[in-house]
């Protein structure tokens, strides 16, 4: 029985897409060699792979067959300074763009959206991405709990000893109260004792 027909549309399961995008590349660099050999072709064959990886044959100078592609369909020469400028921003736009989109689909990834692409490989890969992440998160907010107890319980401390010495001087201010309170007594008395003895001794002192 031959092979039925494969229908010509983007494989969506990511492990089939990779495999057979490996044999047909395979194929179709094996086929541009034999090209080229049998009937003597100059042959430059580029591919991309969805990830941005560059595949390439050249059966000749890969720069001179494109210089001479250029010239047949009437493109700006890449000699030229001006045009290198802007196929270097231009590269590096596409590059930046691919970038983004990788970095946009692994977000949604991680935040649990478009997983049903995933094949079973890149589901175990993220869950174990996710439980680093995870870990990681616990470890900043187990961080965070210990120092503020750490400074909750130092915080404690220095309140108890602006305590115990606010107490300690209260106490050497009622303690000092009492003393002058009992020195202002002990005056008094003696100033009473001065008088009385003052007011008989002026007794004694009158004419019989």
């Excluded at 935040?111 to 991405?129: C, F, N, T, V």
């Excluded at 000092?176 to 003052?198: A, D, F, K, M, P």
Aim: hydrophobic share 30%.
């Amino acid at each position: 029985m031959g092979r039925g027909k494969v229908e010509l549309k983007r494989i969506e399961n990511p492990t089939n897409r990779q495999v057979t995008f490996s044999k047909r590349r395979n194929g179709l660099l094996k086929k541009s060699f034999e090209l080229s050999i049998l009937c003597d072709a100059e042959v430059a064959l580029l591919i991309f792979s969805s990830s941005g990886k560059v595949y390439q044959f050249a059966s000749h100078d890969m720069d001179r067959t494109i210089a001479k592609y250029r010239r047949e369909v009437g493109l700006p020469d890449s000699s030229n300074p001006q045009f290198r400028t802007m196929e270097f921003w231009r590269s590096e736009i596409e590059e930046l763009k691919r970038s983004i989109n990788t970095l946009e689909a692994r977000q949604k990834h991680l935040s649990g959206e478009d997983i049903l692409a995933l094949g079973m490989r890149e589901l175990k890969q993220l869950e174990r991405q996710l439980k680093v992440g995870v870990e990681r998160v616990r470890s900043r907010k187990r961080r965070i709990v210990s120092d503020h107890a750490t400074l909750l319980k130092r915080r404690h401390k220095q309140l108890q000893e602006e305590n115990s010495r606010l107490q300690k001087r209260l106490k050497e201010l009622d303690d000092g109260n009492t003393s002058s309170r009992i020195v202002g007594e002990n005056s008094c008395s003696v100033l009473q004792q001065r008088i009385v003895e003052e007011n008989l001794f002026n007794e004694t002192d009158l004419p019989m």
